[in-house]
C-alpha cells in the first residue's frame, strides 16, 4: 500500500542526485589536478575541489538516507508521516545549507570562511572530512533532529518492525556520533582518536545499520520473500556489524601514539570485518534465489544484488588488504587508501540510495516499474558506472602498491612529489575511467526521462 506522505522523498532524491553529478565533477577536476597541477588554478584550488568532493558525498548519502527512511517507514508503520511539511521544511533547509558550504568553499579562502561563519566562538573547522564551517554543522545536528523526532513519531503512532528499528537505530546513531564533529582538543593524538569517533563509526558502524534495513526492506518488497526470514539475516548482519566495527575502530589508532594493544584490537577485529559483508551478499543472492514471484522492477533487483557483491568487494576484502597493523605500517595513507575508500562508498553507501530511488520512484511516479526500455537504459548505467568503479579501484591500488615501493620500502626511497611522478600513468588512467563513471551516472539520470509506458 503506498501513502500520500511518502512523496516527500522525492525532492530528497532529486537533490541527492544533483549533489552526486556535483561530486563526480569535482572529482574529475582533482583526479586531473594530479597530473595537470596548474589546472584550474587559482579559481578551483586541489583543495577546495576535495572538499567540494568529499563534502558534497557526504551530504548527497545523507539525503538519499533522509529520502529513504521518509518513503520506508510510513510503509513499515502503515500510517502516514507525522508531519510531511517539516520534512520538506527541511529538506529546503539542508539543501540551501549545502549549497552555500560550497559557495563558501568556492569563493572565499578558507581561513576567511572560518572567521565569518563564527569557528573563533566554537572551532571545529579544519580537520578532514569535517571541513564545513561551524554555523553548517549546527544546521546539520537540527535537520538531523527533525528529521529523527518526524520518523520517531511516525514509528511510534505506528506498526513496529524490525527494519524500521534497526533504521532509526542507525539514524539516530549518525546523529549521536556526529556531535563528536564539534569536539575539536588541541592535543593531535585526543584530536584524531575522537575524530574517528565520527568517520569511522559512521562508515564502517551505524550506516552499516542503515544499510541493511534498506537492502532488506528492497529485498522483502522484490521477491516477496517471508518478512520473518529476511529479518533473522538481517538482525545477524547487524550483530556482526557492530562487534567488528564498533572494536575494529582501533586499527585507524596504530600510529597516532596511542597504546600498543591498539595494534593487536584494531587487526584482529578489523580482520573481522568483511565477515557482515560477505553475509550480506549471501542474504542478496539467496532471497533472490527464493523469490515467489518476478517483480517488474528487473533494475532494483539488479542494483540491490550489486549492492551486496561491491560492498563485500570494496569495504569487506579491500579492506583487509591493509588493515593489518604490520601491513598498515606501510600503506596507509596511500593510494592503497584511497582504492578502498572509492569501493567501498561506492558498494555499500552510494549502491544502496540509487537502488531505493530505482525501486520507490517508479512507485511515486504512479507506476509499479520503469518501462521496459528505460529500465534497460538505468541498467546500462549499472554497469558502465560499476565497471568504471572496480577499475578505478585496481588503477588506485597499482599506484598505491607502486607508491608504497618507491617512497617506503625501497633500499633508496624517492620523495613524495618524486613518487608521484612515477604514478601519473595510473592517475591518467583512473582519470579516463572517471569520465566513463560520469557517462554512467548521466545515463542512469536520463533513465528516468525514457518512455512513459509501465513495465509489465
Request: hydrophobic fraction near 55%; proline fraction near 4%.
Amino acid at each position: 500500500m503506498q501513502y500520500k506522505s511518502q512523496a516527500v522523498a522525492k525532492p530528497y532524491f532529486i537533490g541527492a542526485l544533483g549533489l552526486f553529478v556535483a561530486q563526480i565533477l569535482f572529482g574529475l577536476i582533482m583526479g586531473l589536478q594530479y597530473v595537470v597541477g596548474d589546472f584550474l588554478f587559482p579559481e578551483i584550488p586541489f583543495n577546495v575541489a576535495r572538499m567540494v568532493h568529499t563534502n558534497a558525498l557526504i551530504v548527497w548519502l545523507l539525503m538519499g538516507f533522509m529520502g529513504s527512511a521518509y518513503y520506508l517507514v510510513p510503509e513499515e508503520a502503515e500510517r502516514e508521516l507525522y508531519s510531511p511539511k517539516l520534512a520538506i521544511v527541511t529538506f529546503w533547509v539542508f539543501l540551501v545549507a549545502a549549497a552555500l558550504t560550497v559557495v563558501g568553499y568556492l569563493a572565499v579562502p578558507y581561513a576567511t570562511l572560518a572567521k565569518i561563519t563564527g569557528n573563533d566562538l566554537l572551532p571545529t573547522m579544519g580537520r578532514e572530512f569535517l571541513e564545513q564551517p561551524t554555523v553548517t554543522k549546527i544546521g546539520i545536528v537540527l535537520v538531523a533532529l527533525s528529521m529523527l523526532f518526524n520518523l520517531s513519531m511516525t514509528y511510534l503512532k505506528g506498526r513496529k518492525t524490525s527494519i524500521t528499528t534497526v533504521l532509526l537505530l542507525g539514524l539516530w546513531g549518525l546523529a549521536v556520533f556526529f556531535l563528536f564533529s564539534f569536539y575539536n582538543p588541541t592535543n593531535l593524538v585526543l584530536d584524531k582518536f575522537y575524530w574517528w569517533w565520527v568517520v569511522h563509526l559512521w562508515v564502517e558502524g551505524v550506516w552499516e545499520l542503515i544499510l541493511g534495513a534498506l537492502l532488506a526492506f528492497v529485498l522483502i518488497k522484490v521477491t516477496g520473500v517471508d518478512r520473518e526470514v529476511i529479518e533473522k539475516w538481517l538482525y545477524v548482519i547487524i550483530t556482526l556489524a557492530l562487534v567488528t566495527g564498533l572494536i575494529g575502530t582501533g586499527h585507524h589508532y596504530y600510529w597516532i601514539g596511542t597504546p600498543e594493544y591498539w595494534q593487536w584490537f584494531g587487526s584482529v577485529f578489523s580482520a573481522l570485518e568483511p565477515i557482515p559483508f560477505f553475509a550480506m551478499t549471501l542474504f542478496a543472492f539467496n532471497m533472490v534465489n527464493r523469490r515467489r514471484r518476478e517483480h517488474p522492477n528487473r533494475a532494483a533487483t539488479l542494483w540491490a544484488l550489486g549492492t551486496g557483491v561491491m560492498s563485500f568487494l570494496g569495504a569487506g576484502v579491500w579492506g583487509f588488504l591493509h588493515t593489518l597493523a604490520p601491513v598498515n605500517f606501510y600503506t596507509h595513507g596511500s593510494q592503497i587508501t584511497a582504492a578502498h575508500g572509492h569501493m567501498a562508498f561506492y558498494g555499500a553507501y552510494v549502491m544502496v540510495v540509487l537502488t531505493m530511488i530505482s525501486y520507490s520512484m517508479p512507485l511515486m511516479r504512479g507506476r509499479q516499474a520503469n518501462s521496459n526500455a528505460s529500465q534497460v537504459m538505468e541498467m546500462w548505467g549499472f554497469w558502465l558506472m560499476t565497471i568504471a568503479m572496480v577499475f578505478i579501484t585496481l588503477f588506485l591500488t597499482a599506484a598505491g602498491i607502486l607508491q608504497v615501493w618507491l617512497q617506503r620500502v625501497a633500499t633508496t626511497p624517492l620523495s613524495f612529489m618524486a613518487t608521484q611522478d612515477q604514478l601519473a600513468l595510473f592517475y591518467w588512467l583512473r582519470e579516463g575511467t572517471g569520465v566513463v563513471f560520469l557517462i554512467g551516472l548521466l545515463v542512469y539520470l536520463a533513465s528516468f526521462f525514457k518512455g512513459e509506458k509501465v513495465a509489465a
